[in-house]
């Protein structure tokens, strides 16, 4: 195996087509192709199913992609360290269920990092991809929740792909509404008092199932359902709409300003968030000084 062949097939990955990664690498077909096979033959797996549209991964050669990544990404570093006067570009993503906690401790991840290179990438997903990203290494940290309905499910998903789950905090449920919904000024709601209002939450695509579900209570009946795929979206169905959605009130005001409350909701459930991170890699520094924030924005909130 050599790093030649890891960048070959991180690159038809990327593509999706052996011809076009031969034209612009400027090589051969064939010799692409067998450097390919060479690589199969050698890991013992299949990496990509080949077809008349082009290649697609298959699910062991996205983990054998995700630690090639991995490999080449370090010694792209140590190259960069050591053989060139350039400064060192660092690498960091995560992937996350849609937290503005989240978003702020990756502001201050960037800030604390302060180098004048980078190439850092926060994404907001659906579940099941957040747990995808991570098992295939294309993120070294996931963040989602937990809770007594989806935890059995989602903890025996995290171990089938060598995933672990560490609690950040446990939360109990708040409603999300603006400050000018007709129950902004109750202490406490109960859930047959959000009957006449839009329930939001977020689509999870293919994966739409209750257990991949970003809001606790989600297999609970509703009159009027919006699903969104953004935040932006949401805060505004809250806004014009008198929408509602359900989470934890871990919740900076300052992202929003004072247009979005968090309203204790009157049930007997807890919300655990957590990171989830593979099983066989250590944390980065950047993983380090990410994880640092999360929990110094929880604390703060």
Known sequence: MTLQQLKYALEVASKGSMNEVARSLFISQPRLSNAIKELEKEIKITIFIRTNRGVTVTNE?????????????????????YLSEKPVKQHFSIS???????????VELVKEFGTSEYEFTLRETKTYEIIEDVKNLRSELGIIYL?????????????????????????????????????????SINL????????????????????????????RSVKKSIKVSDRAAIVNFMIGLDGYTISSGVFPKYLHGNDIIAVPLNVDELIRVGIIQHRDVTLSQLGEIYVDAL????QEL
């Open 147 to 187: 809770s007594n309905y989806n935890e059995s499910v989602l903890l025996k998903l995290l171990k089938e792909r060598d995933l672990t789950f560490s609690e950040l905090f446990t939360a109990k449920p708040h409603v999300f509404i603006s400050k000018r919904h007709p129950l902004a000024d109750k202490e």
């Open 96 to 106: 996350t269920q849609h937290y503005t906690f989240a978003a702020n401790a990756f």
């Open 295 to 298: 929990k110094k924005v929880e």
């Open 192 to 219: 047959e008092e959000l009957d006449e209002y839009a329930c939001l939450s977020f689509e999870q695509g293919e994966y739409n199932s209750f257990y991949f579900s970003e809001e606790i209570l989600s297999t």
């Open 61 to 81: 050669g996205a983990e054998f992609l995700g630690y090639a990544r991995q490999v080449l990404q370090q010694f792209n570093m140590l190259e960069e360290k």
